[in-house]
């Protein structure tokens, strides 16, 4: 294991799961270990219901100031 990647925990709470056609959305929030929050989501298309063809992504830090109303994202 990368020396960097002992020193953070990672926590992920997954806050939604969308499957449609050949796209899979995950949408979700991080806790970093000593880092900021992040909520992200990642976009996967697949052929054959089986192989990755494409893959999409966004990080977004999550700040103490969000105007969400659901307190993550």
């Known amino acids: 294991m990368q020396r ?3 020193s953070f925990l990672v926590k992920t709470h997954f806050i939604r799961v969308i499957a449609e056609n050949e796209f899979v959305v995950l949408h979700y929030h991080q806790e970093w270990s000593g880092a900021q929050d992040y909520a992200g989501i990642n976009i996967f298309q697949f052929e054959n219901n089986v192989k990755v063809i494409a893959h999409w992504d966004v990080l977004q830090v999550v ?3 969000s105007t969400s109303k659901n307190g993550f994202c």
Do not use: G, L, M
């Open 4 to 6: 960097w990647a002992k």
């Open 63 to 65: 700040t103490s100031d």
